[in-house]
């Protein structure tokens, strides 16, 4: 696999660089159009958007491949379009899946509600230990999923135990980098078979679109576009072109959201409204050194305790001016959310507290404001407490 020879910022906006026409359109143009032209009497390929070969699908898979350093990408309609057709892709009636159990809530419903009626059994596994793994594997197991890092307590797994162990046994890893972004983690250089992002978050960054991609071998995508076009999972035109746009600028996103994150997390960790403070970032972090040796920037989300519990979460978050309590994530806007609420509204109070999240736990996606003003902003809403 090759990234090119270009750096982030360059493959964000060029993917793999080519010289362009006299007079070609410097952006790519919006091609509203369900259908193409087709030769009378020609077998060749139907252009069609549901086929996942609009030339905007097109333009935006080829650059993000470049850019998270992927033989191939496809974009769809959402992350989770992205995280089911991506295991639809690797998965057989009779198999069994090992899912890390700290993941996004909607996959785990797509795990435990629906997978089971296609036949395929799903283990969700505590991911902190290679031991369990093992202890959980089948002779039927074929994939392993994990998030990473993950929500909303930013645990940062060490993939390549994982991918060896995976490699072993011949078995696929997939991965869910949505909140690492390409520009701070790219798994298939640790091992990972097939990437997932949802770029309805950090990949077009600007809370406006719904959209997914996967990443990985030409083979596998090849099989996830079939996929998709079958379940009906592409994306719209004007979506896709969109996200497009919001890839150029990820890089520089990605640089203030990492620089807001760090810088946000030392203040929370000084202020007594807040017992702990959640950023892989900081020395108290259990996964700083992991972190440390395999990200490129510790990113933007960060997950404060409040010191008042649920009660204390309840008044900042009606204080907040800034700070827009909305769930989501990645987007140029700071959002708020209290993942009791939210993303772990089906795990019961223990679960949840198994996993690091008590009552009183806000989950903050620095956007790319000016982080005094996020600050104050915050330092007035504790001041009421
Ligand atoms: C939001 C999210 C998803 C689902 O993405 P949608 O675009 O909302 O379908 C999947 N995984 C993670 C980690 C997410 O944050």
Request: aromatic share 6%.
């Amino acid at each position: 696999m090759t990234r090119g020879d270009t750096g982030p910022s360059t493959r964000a906006i060029h993917g793999v660089a080519h010289p362009k026409a006299d007079r070609s359109p410097v952006a790519t143009p919006i091609y509203q159009s369900s259908t193409f032209v087709h030769p009378i009497g020609s077998s060749e390929e139907v252009l069609y958007t549901r086929y996942g070969n609009n030339p905007n699908q097109t333009a935006l898979g080829e650059k993000f491949a470049a850019l998270e350093g992927a033989e191939r990408a496809i974009f769809l309609a959402s992350g989770m379009g992205a995280t089911a057709l991506a295991h639809l892709a690797m998965l057989r009636p009779g198999d069994h899946l090992l899912a890390s159990a700290w993941i996004y809530g909607g996959t785990r419903r797509l795990f435990n509600e629906e997978f089971g009626k296609l036949g395929i059994d799903v283990t969700l596994v505590e991911p902190d230990n290679q031991r369990k793994w093992r202890q959980h594997e089948r002779k039927t197991t074929r994939a392993v999923f994990v998030e990473t890092p993950t929500n909303p307590t930013m645990r940062v797994l060490d993939l390549e135990p994982l991918a060896l162990f995976c490699r072993e046994r011949g078995i696929a890893l997939i991965v869910d980098s949505t909140f690492a972004s390409p520009v701070n983690f790219r798994p298939l250089e640790h091992g990972a078979d097939l990437v997932i992002h949802s770029a309805t978050k950090y990949l077009n960054g600007h809370d406006d679109v719904i959209g997914g991609v996967v990443a990985g071998s030409e083979p596998v995508i090849e099989e996830v576009r079939h996929l998709m076009q079958v379940w009906g999972q592409s994306p719209d035109p004007h979506a896709t072109w969109l996200v497009e746009r919001g890839l150029k600028t990820l890089a520089v996103r990605i640089g203030r959201h990492n620089a807001n994150g760090i810088a946000f997390a030392e203040w929370a960790e000084q202020h007594p409204a807040v017992a702990e403070v959640h950023y892989p970032g900081l020395h108290c972090h259990p996964d700083h050194e992991v972190a440390r040796r395999i990200l490129d920037g510790y990113g933007g989300m960060v997950g404060l305790t409040l010191a008042g519990g649920a009660a204390a979460a309840d008044v900042v978050l009606r204080k907040l001016r800034i700070a827009t309590h909305a769930p989501s994530l990645g987007g140029v806007e700071t959002l708020v959310s209290e993942p009791r609420f939210t993303s772990h509204a089906a795990l019961s109070a223990e679960e949840r507290a198994e996993q690091g999240i008590a009552d009183g736990f806000i989950r903050v996606s620095l956007g790319i404001e000016d982080i005094d003003d996020i600050i104050a902003d915050f330092e007035d809403a504790f001041s009421t407490l």
